[in-house]
């Protein structure tokens, strides 16, 4: 298992500068922050602290994980190609898909432990302070889940601008833009369809199922319809409602493998 | 023939609208080790990328132990040692060595190796702190993990003091003397004149001259020099020899490999009258010279 090897050194380089303890810190701060500043609603909605927690946290959680996960992989192959170990790394009998494997399975295992631990923290005084039900555990869960799967997707998309660029301070400067792109001015441009359409076949039709097609959109709606409080919570009722419940899961599941898919074609591309 | 490694017939590489490799043929054999000379830029680095699989050859053909470059078997086959090796800074030299040995599939004696390119107090430290020359030889103990048929080491001695480089050769003959095929790219004349079989000078992307020394020096029919102190009298020794004098007491010929004997015997003749000779073949710094400004054809 030769991406067990991979994984391996790459995790220990996570470790060893300090990616997995800064990661996990932020984490762990922004989760705790918004459960005290969120604290409030909870009397006035009719839900438990928790919930409301999760709520603030899966806001949270769509900048923050496709952040973090980027800024972990953009340097994934153009630094190994700017330091000139590329190309020895190329020349062992590991294939190229071997290879972003194991640095896939380093990079999603140090996400999951900064998920889980900082949302976990969070959710745990949440619930200490505030009470928790079933319903609101399973949300934080999905939260953790879901989280992993969207830094996934963005870790094999940091991959692909890694292998597409020529240096390191390239990759993180696409990062950075694809971070904007769909995290902040995908929606803007729906946003201003959904306006400008003012309530027609647009907007009832055609806009859900762009939404959905972005995993950060993706994302939001799975935590928030598949919870009702968490919707209540969130307000955000309407856009979830108008889609089939498989549609969030799927997109979230597809994108993973085909950002691997994308980062694996650009990366055959690259001679070190 | 079995004992052909590596075999290039006809490799020609365009890069844009450039072609960076003329037809290029060079063989290696089992325990062979070849230089391969040349310029920057005269495409010795493609070359070995191409060996390797790194990048896309366009025509012509290249066997690595019969396999083909870039395949699973020829990449099992082929210990590389990149110039100006690189690693990553965080991890320690025990940790870089056992991710190579796995991805290699090798069960190696670690420490050992380590030991043998003279890293063993270095072990566990990151290769951050190692100096050139020490992360040079890391690179080198990664050349050794398993027993590669075919090795490429592309500007080994950059950044080795003097003792390292006679480590490093010593470590090559070993290598050789298991029956690895060694081609070593290099700049270092004096080094690799005296410790390779055969020398492939490369030039604007042509192979122009693959021989031995001494069949190298045959064909570019380079004169030796030689030179004569008198005792008293340079001018008779000009006289005698029909050399040109250098000095009040010294006379320098130059003379074909065949002629040499015949003069020695002339300046012997000539008894008390000579004080000193020195004979300088010619090395292979006046043989690069040569064939790397050789027009091409």
Redesign the interface.
């Known amino acids: 298992m030769?991406f067990l090897?991979?994984a391996?050194?790459e995790m220990?380089?996570l470790a060893?500068?300090r990616w997995l303890f800064m990661a996990t810190l932020i984490m762990v701060l922004f989760a705790l922050a918004l459960t005290f500043a969120g604290s409030a609603p909870t009397g006035t909605l009719g839900v438990d602290m928790l919930t409301v927690s999760v709520t603030s946290m899966t806001t949270l959680s769509v900048y923050l994980a496709p952040l973090l996960a980027l800024m972990m992989a953009f340097d994934a192959v153009a630094g190994?190609a700017e330091?000139?170990?590329l190309?020895?790394?190329?020349?062992?009998?590991?294939?190229r898909g071997e290879i972003l494997l194991g640095k896939f399975s380093a990079h999603l295992a140090a996400l999951t432990i900064a998920m889980t631990i900082g949302f976990g923290t969070a959710g745990a005084i949440a619930a200490y302070m505030g009470g928790a039900g079933q319903e609101s555990v399973l949300a934080l869960l999905r939260l953790i889940g879901t989280s992993v799967l969207l830094g996934g997707v963005f870790l094999t998309l940091g991959y692909m601008v890694s292998s597409l660029a020529k240096s390191a301070t390239a990759a993180a400067g696409m990062a950075a833009g694809l971070w904007l792109i769909f995290v902040v001015l995908y929606d803007l441009g729906l946003l201003g369809a959904v306006v400008m359409d003012s309530g027609g076949w647009f907007t009832e039709t055609l806009f859900p199922w762009l939404m959905v097609a972005n995993p950060a959109d993706a994302f939001r709606l799975w935590n928030i319809a598949s919870s009702e409080s968490v919707a209540l919570a969130s307000g955000m009722v309407g856009a979830a409602s108008a889609l089939p419940s498989w549609a969030a899961p799927l997109s979230l599941a597809v994108w993973p493998l085909l950002g691997f898919a994308f980062a694996r074609l650009a990366f055959r591309r690259v001679?070190? | 023939m079995t004992d052909k490694i590596l075999e290039i017939q006809g490799l020609v590489k365009d890069r844009g609208q450039t072609r960076v490799l003329h037809g290029v043929d060079l063989t290696v054999s089992a325990g062979e080790r070849v230089a391969l000379l040349g310029h920057n830029g005269a495409g010795k680095s493609t070359l070995i990328?191409t060996v390797?699989g790194?990048?896309k050859m366009g025509s012509g053909s290249v066997k690595i132990a019969g396999h083909k470059p870039g395949s699973?078997a020829a990449?099992?086959d082929?210990a590389?040692l990149?110039e100006?090796?690189?690693?990553?800074p965080?991890?320690t030299g025990r940790?870089?060595l056992t991710?190579?040995a796995?991805?290699?599939?090798q069960k190696a004696d670690i420490a050992g190796l380590l030991e043998r390119v003279g890293l063993a107090d270095a072990l566990d430290r990151?290769i951050g702190t190692y100096s050139k020359g020490m992360r040079q030889r890391l690179?080198l103990a990664?050349v050794l993990l398993g027993k590669p048929k075919l090795a490429l080491l592309d500007e080994p001695t950059s950044g080795l003091d003097p003792i390292s480089r006679q480590d490093l050769y010593a470590i090559i003959d070993e290598l050789a003397a298991a029956g690895c095929a060694v081609l070593i790219a290099s700049h270092a004349l004096t080094e690799v004149e005296a410790r390779t079989d055969r020398i492939a000078i490369m030039r604007k992307g042509h192979l122009v001259a693959d021989d031995t020394l001494a069949g190298l020096s045959a064909k570019a029919g380079l004169r030796t020099k030689m030179r004569v102190r008198a005792t008293a009298d340079a001018e008779a020794l000009v006289q005698v020899t029909g050399g040109r004098r250098m000095n009040g007491a010294s006379v320098e010929i130059e003379i074909d490999a065949a002629g040499k004997m015949e003069m020695l015997r002339k300046i012997a003749e000539m008894g008390g009258a000579v004080a000193d000779v020195d004979i300088t073949p010619p090395r292979l710094e006046d043989l690069y010279r040569f064939y790397a400004k050789e027009e091409l054809h």
């Open positions: 030769r090897a991979i391996q050194a220990r380089i060893r500068n190994d330091r000139g170990s190309g020895l790394l190329l020349s062992y009998p590991a294939g001679e070190p | 990328k390797l790194l990048t699973g990449r099992a082929t590389f990149p100006a090796v690189s690693f990553h965080a991890l940790e870089q991710l190579f796995r991805l290699a599939g990151r690179g990664q």
